[in-house]
């Protein structure tokens, strides 16, 4: 009895188990009913870390490439400025900027230098005439992380005549707006009438000119030598006289000017020419005065009271003592003038010397005054590098001149 309650207790067993095995081969993931909280299926966790490595791993988008403006000329405190623009790069930290320059007479650029700007801006420039050229990528993140755009193309700029690039588009019709576009160097290595450099600062003070008062327009020429560095400038008078000026530094800004000095009726022609973007320009200067011979029509240079110095430049032999701590003594014999300056404390280790010395220090701008008695208004500096300026006139005519009374003086508007 027993073994027969046993074996149909194993039977039993054996068909449990029989269906149980059945149900898991056959039913699928489909057929199983997910309840909240259990845990995802060996399937679905690897798609899900496949989205996130995706995602983790897409490298960052690099900045876009800056387009950058030709410089714009401007003149500086001891230099002369380009200065290269352009516009700000969404999302960019920073730019890197690569400049090679050249001195007019080199034929190829030098070595580049490289340099990092948070600025959509930069700014180089010399005291000499040097081309520049320049090539900008904009760049987002630091260390390992940054990312930068491609590099620009190149923008040129340049200290010498065409110093007056913008955008790199071409020069539009001038106008009276256009003011931005002027440029003192313009005229540089001009050659032509002043009044037609485009791109001259001041070629309006060449327009409708009568400089000897004849009631016809007179004119001014410009030729230029480069190899001696120099220029020659001809005033064409309205009535077909011809005057020629002595060469002076390419440099030079000229001035012209016309005034009846000696009461003849017939004008005297001034002639200078200023250094104003130098280093020093009260120390730098050139002058000249025509006088017209009525016999013969022709312009001839009137001998001035002042020592000549190169070119045109024309001043005072003046006479320093040695210097007393930072006092100095200075004398104009012809004048009959002597003043004691006082300077700054590093001036005599910086600028001067601690003997006794003579120099020529030249008129740095002339201009004719007008009224009841004109004259030739002188302006010099007897430092360089200092900001005293002495003031003085030249009167007379037919061949005869004097200095007159030494004033602490300078011109309005230098």
């Given at each position: 009895m027993k073994k027969t309650k046993l074996t149909v207790l194993i039977l039993t067993l054996m068909l449990l188990t029989s269906a149980c095995g059945s149900s898991r081969v056959e039913g699928t993931m489909d057929d199983a009913v997910k309840e909240p909280g259990t845990e995802p299926s060996v399937s679905e966790e690897v798609s899900e870390d496949s989205?996130?490595?995706?995602?983790?791993?897409?490298?960052?988008?690099?900045?876009?490439?800056?387009?950058?403006?030709?410089?714009?000329?401007?003149?500086?405190?001891?230099?002369?400025?380009?200065?290269?623009?352009?516009?700000?790069?969404?999302?960019?930290?920073?730019?890197?900027?690569?400049?090679?320059?050249?001195?007019?007479?080199?034929?190829?650029?030098?070595?580049?230098?490289?340099?990092?700007?948070?600025?959509?801006?930069?700014?180089t420039g010399a005291q000499d005439e040097f081309d520049f050229r320049i090539k900008v990528r904009a760049f987002s993140g630091e260390g390992e992380d940054r990312i930068y755009s491609e590099w620009s193309a190149y923008a040129s700029g340049t200290t010498?005549?065409?110093?007056?690039?913008?955008?790199?588009?071409?020069?539009g019709p001038e106008s009276e707006e256009d003011e931005e576009d002027l440029s003192f160097f313009a005229i540089w290595e001009y050659e032509g009438y002043v009044d037609e450099c485009r791109e001259y600062v001041w070629k309006k003070e060449f327009r409708d000119c009568d400089y000897d008062s004849d009631g016809k327009t007179d004119r001014v020429n410009r030729s230029w030598d480069g190899d001696r560095q120099t220029a020659v400038y001809t005033v064409e008078f309205g009535n077909g006289d011809r005057l020629t000026v002595p060469e002076g530094w390419e440099t030079g800004f000229p001035h012209i000017q016309g005034g009846d000095l000696n009461g003849d009726g017939i004008n005297e022609i001034l002639v200078t020419l200023t250094y104003d973007t130098g280093t020093d320009p009260y120390s730098y200067g050139d002058m000249w005065l025509f006088e017209k011979d009525p016999a013969s029509g022709k312009y001839a240079e009137a001998q001035l009271p002042l020592a000549k110095g190169e070119n045109g430049a024309k001043g005072f032999e003046i006479e320093y003592e040695k210097p007393e701590g930072n006092r100095i003594t200075f004398s104009i014999k012809e004048a009959g003038f002597t003043r004691t300056e006082e300077v700054e404390e590093d001036y005599v280790s910086s600028w001067w010397t601690e003997d006794a010395a003579t120099q020529l220090r030249c008129v740095y701008y002339a201009e004719i005054t007008e009224g009841a008695s004109p004259a030739i208004r002188c302006y010099l500096a007897p430092f360089p590098r200092h900001y005293l300026s002495l003031g003085f006139n030249i009167s007379g005519g037919n061949g005869k001149y004097e200095t007159g009374y030494i004033e602490i003086d300078e011109p309005e508007g230098f």
């Amino acid at each position: 009895m027993k073994k027969t309650k046993l074996t149909v207790l194993i039977l039993t067993l054996m068909l449990l188990t029989s269906a149980c095995g059945s149900s898991r081969v056959e039913g699928t993931m489909d057929d199983a009913v997910k309840e909240p909280g259990t845990e995802p299926s060996v399937s679905e966790e690897v798609s899900e870390d496949s989205s996130e490595a995706t995602a983790e791993e897409a490298p960052a988008k690099a900045p876009e490439t800056p387009a950058v403006k030709d410089g714009i000329t401007e003149p500086g405190e001891d230099s002369v400025i380009v200065r290269f623009t352009w516009d700000a790069v969404e999302g960019a930290d920073g730019y890197e900027v690569c400049e090679e320059n050249k001195y007019i007479k080199e034929d190829s650029f030098r070595e580049p230098a490289y340099s990092e700007t948070a600025e959509n801006s930069y700014e180089t420039g010399a005291q000499d005439e040097f081309d520049f050229r320049i090539k900008v990528r904009a760049f987002s993140g630091e260390g390992e992380d940054r990312i930068y755009s491609e590099w620009s193309a190149y923008a040129s700029g340049t200290t010498r005549e065409d110093a007056t690039g913008t955008s790199g588009e071409g020069a539009g019709p001038e106008s009276e707006e256009d003011e931005e576009d002027l440029s003192f160097f313009a005229i540089w290595e001009y050659e032509g009438y002043v009044d037609e450099c485009r791109e001259y600062v001041w070629k309006k003070e060449f327009r409708d000119c009568d400089y000897d008062s004849d009631g016809k327009t007179d004119r001014v020429n410009r030729s230029w030598d480069g190899d001696r560095q120099t220029a020659v400038y001809t005033v064409e008078f309205g009535n077909g006289d011809r005057l020629t000026v002595p060469e002076g530094w390419e440099t030079g800004f000229p001035h012209i000017q016309g005034g009846d000095l000696n009461g003849d009726g017939i004008n005297e022609i001034l002639v200078t020419l200023t250094y104003d973007t130098g280093t020093d320009p009260y120390s730098y200067g050139d002058m000249w005065l025509f006088e017209k011979d009525p016999a013969s029509g022709k312009y001839a240079e009137a001998q001035l009271p002042l020592a000549k110095g190169e070119n045109g430049a024309k001043g005072f032999e003046i006479e320093y003592e040695k210097p007393e701590g930072n006092r100095i003594t200075f004398s104009i014999k012809e004048a009959g003038f002597t003043r004691t300056e006082e300077v700054e404390e590093d001036y005599v280790s910086s600028w001067w010397t601690e003997d006794a010395a003579t120099q020529l220090r030249c008129v740095y701008y002339a201009e004719i005054t007008e009224g009841a008695s004109p004259a030739i208004r002188c302006y010099l500096a007897p430092f360089p590098r200092h900001y005293l300026s002495l003031g003085f006139n030249i009167s007379g005519g037919n061949g005869k001149y004097e200095t007159g009374y030494i004033e602490i003086d300078e011109p309005e508007g230098f």
